[in-house]
């Protein structure tokens, strides 16, 4: 990956490199128990904790395996949501992709228009062939997203994680570089 952080613009939003001045925004939905709960995370307590999320974003770029967008409104520039890739395998041109998004934003289209421009930079900047989304099979949101954009479903992975004390089934999603403009018909 370049040096220079890449800046996707859409049409109502700018995805941009989180940094630690964005701690707590990152904090007012990383504390709510309804954004993360998907996530195999426990609501963070204090903006300080943030902050491994932020070095998180760092390392994964700096490893190679992995970008994540902050997700901003054009009008605000505050960090509203986050998108991007992990565990990504060049060899294999192959990507995990992940996301969430204020409640306060839900249900306005912002997550959609994240994730087609995300998709879309993955396979024109990355060499990708395939991008996946596991998703909680209680995650009916995330599922109708992906859908929308072309991931297809594969199956289902049976304790494929383990977080938070438990272990989590997980659905397979995922779209190919020439399913890409299927959806557009």
């Known amino acids: 990956m370049g040096n220079e952080f890449p800046v996707i613009e859409t049409e109502r939003l700018i995805l941009r490199e989180v940094t630690t001045e964005d701690a707590k ?7 709510d128990q309804e954004v993360v709960k998907h996530m195999g995370l426990e609501p963070y307590q204090t903006i300080e904790g943030t902050g491994a999320e932020i070095k998180w974003y760092q390392s994964i770029y700096e490893e190679g395996t992995g970008i994540r967008w902050g997700i901003t409104l054009k009008d605000s520039g505050r960090v509203i949501g986050s998108c991007g890739f992990l565990n990504r395998h060049p060899k294999h041109f192959r990507t995990e992709i992940g996301f969430e998004l204020s409640k306060d934003y839900w249900g306005k289209g912002i997550a959609g228009e994240t994730l087609e421009a995300v998709v879309e930079y993955g396979f024109q900047h990355f060499q990708l062939e395939r991008i996946e989304a596991l998703i909680e099979p ?27 004390g438990k272990f989590d089934d997980l659905y397979m999603y995922s779209i190919l ?3 890409l403009h299927k959806t557009d018909t």
Do not use: M
């Open 177 to 179: 570089k020439e399913d």
């Open 25 to 31: 925004d990152l904090f007012i939905y990383l504390s």
């Open 138 to 164: 209680e995650n009916l949101a995330s599922q109708r997203l992906v859908e929308k954009q072309g991931f297809i479903r594969e199956g289902l992975l049976r304790h494929y994680e383990y977080t938070c």
